[in-house]
Structures are given as C-alpha cells and as structure tokens.
Nanobody
Framework: QVQLVESGGGLVQTGGSLRLSCAAS????????VGWFRQTPGKEREFVAS????????SYADSVKGRFTISRDNAKNTSYLQMNSLKPEDTAVYYC?????????????????WGQGTQVTVSS
C-alpha cells in the first residue's frame, strides 16, 4: 500500500503561482511513477503531468506545458507540481497518483494509488 497526501492548494489570482506537494508513505515510493490529475464538477479526471520513478522523464498535457513543472524528491518521498502563470481554467481539484511503473503515463487506470485531492481556485 502507498498512501498519498496532497497539500498546497488554495486561492490565487490569474497569473499567480502555487506549488502542490504529494507526500507518500508506505511502500517504497521510489519504485513508483507519479502522475498529477485534475477534475472539475461534471467532468472526467484529466491528466496534467507525470514523472518517471527516477525523475529523468516527464510528460505534460498540452494545456499546461510551459507553465507547470513536475518533480520529485525520492529522499523525501514527495512529488511536487509547480504551477505558474495560472489561469481561471486551471481551477480544479488536483490529485496525485502512484503507478507501479518505471515511466509515467497519462492513463488513469494505470495508477494504483490516489490521494484525496487538493482544491486549486484561480480567480479572474
């Protein structure tokens, strides 16, 4: 089992920044790829970014490319999502997830564990 807890969400103005954290406990976090997803009411949970278990490979949704950066610190069992130049359309509940894979993936069903989510609200 891997337990994931997100933090760092909040209210920010358009153009602002937030850094989300995903703290993992339980099984060896280093053996898991990490993904970040987001969801708004009435919509499916969508892929945002992923990172391989070594941190050497990352992938982003087109909507966040160039604005968001995913990273991880395996010594701290934590993944981060740095979000810059935020837009109102980035408003959502953000979830981190762990997949027992070497490389990250955008496919939700590949992820074995999920956090409870953290709300991000971007005001216009």
């Amino acid at each position: 089992q891997v337990q994931l807890v997100e933090s760092g969400g909040g209210l920010v103005q358009t153009g602002g920044s937030l850094r989300l954290s995903c703290a993992a406990s339980g099984r060896t976090f280093v053996r898991y790829a990490v993904g970040w997803f987001r969801q708004t009411p009435g919509k499916e949970r969508e892929f945002v970014a992923s990172i391989s278990w070594t941190g050497s490979s990352t992938s982003y949704a087109d909507s966040v490319k160039g604005r968001f950066t995913i990273s991880r610190d395996n010594a701290k069992n934590t993944s981060y999502l740095q979000m810059n130049s935020l837009k109102p359309e980035d408003t959502a509940v953000y979830y981190c997830a762990a997949a027992y894979l070497s490389s990250g993936t955008s496919r939700r069903n590949e992820y074995n564990y999920w956090g409870q989510g953290t709300q991000v609200t971007v005001s216009s």
